[in-house]
T-cell receptor, first 114, second 117 residues
Framework: DVKVTQSSRYLVKRTGEKVFLECVQD?????MFWYRQDPGLGLRLIYF???????EKGDIPEGYSVSREKKERFSLILESASTNQTSMYLC?????????????FGPGTRLLVL | AQTVTQSQPEMSVQEAETVTLSCTYD???????LFWYKQPPSRQMILVIR??????QNATENRFSVNFQKAAKSFSLKISDSQLGDAAMYFC??????????????FGTGTLLAVQP
């Protein structure tokens, strides 16, 4: 079974703090994604990565950056957390190139910025 | 740009009854996938069912089936014999299957399904 894990289920941070959200997958997937989930808005793509050291902006990248130093790990970074970044963050991964393959999601990290 | 619309923020069904969740999408692409994902209260998002646009036959997975109307750009999910464990947020999602496209998913806003005992 594919396993996507996220470092924390719940986080509470203060405005201005630097926040790291970690995601690890154990299936050697090339593609990894960070989504943000908000009520009434569904999931929106923040950043994604095709492979190690490669990253692409999604639909809402402002205020975020990412790091992919190893294939299995994809980190989302909030350089200076703000209250409007309070949200649920979901990581996902998928095998590149296989027709019909689906994304596998982590359990999510609920971030509260005070 | 592709969009996905779920017009029912909340739905309710009696246990053992059938419920249909609606989803419409907009795209100019000819090759794509459509998905229904389920997110129970524990928050782990899991795939319910998948449909490839070039396949005319509607996908089915046990009690879950879809009604895929490509011309109308409609992709509804039918849950038969509803169970208490079906209570969750359901998301409809789109992904391009064109060569060179990213694997990113475009999600609808979700439908919260309650199952009444």
């Amino acid at each position: 079974d594919v396993k996507v894990t996220q470092s924390s289920r719940y986080l509470v941070k203060r405005t201005g703090e630097k926040v790291f959200l970690e995601c690890v997958q154990d299936m050697d997937h090339e593609n990894m994604f960070w989504y943000r989930q908000d009520p009434g808005l569904g999931l929106r793509l923040i950043y994604f990565s095709y492979d190690v050291k490669m990253k692409e902006k999604g639909d809402i990248p402002e205020g975020y950056s990412v790091s992919r130093e190893k294939k299995e790990r994809f980190s989302l970074i909030l350089e200076s957390a703000s209250t409007n970044q309070t949200s649920m963050y979901l990581c996902a991964s998928i095998q590149q190139g296989r027709r019909g393959e689906t994304q596998y999601f982590g359990p999510g990290t609920r971030l509260l910025v005070l | 740009a592709q969009t996905v619309t779920q017009s029912q923020p909340e739905m309710s069904v009696q246990e053992a009854e059938t419920v249909t969740l609606s989803c419409t999408y907009d795209t100019s692409e000819s090759d794509y996938y459509l998905f229904w994902y389920k997110q129970p209260p524990s928050r782990q998002m899991i795939l319910v069912i998948r449909q490839e646009a070039y396949k005319q036959q509607n996908a089915t997975e046990n009690r879950f089936s879809v009604n895929f109307q490509k011309a109308a750009k409609s992709f509804s999910l039918k849950i038969s014999d509803s169970q208490l464990g079906d209570a969750a947020m359901y998301f409809c999602a789109y992904r391009s299957a064109l060569r060179g496209a990213t694997n990113k998913l475009i999600f609808g806003t979700g439908t919260l399904l309650a199952v009444q005992p």
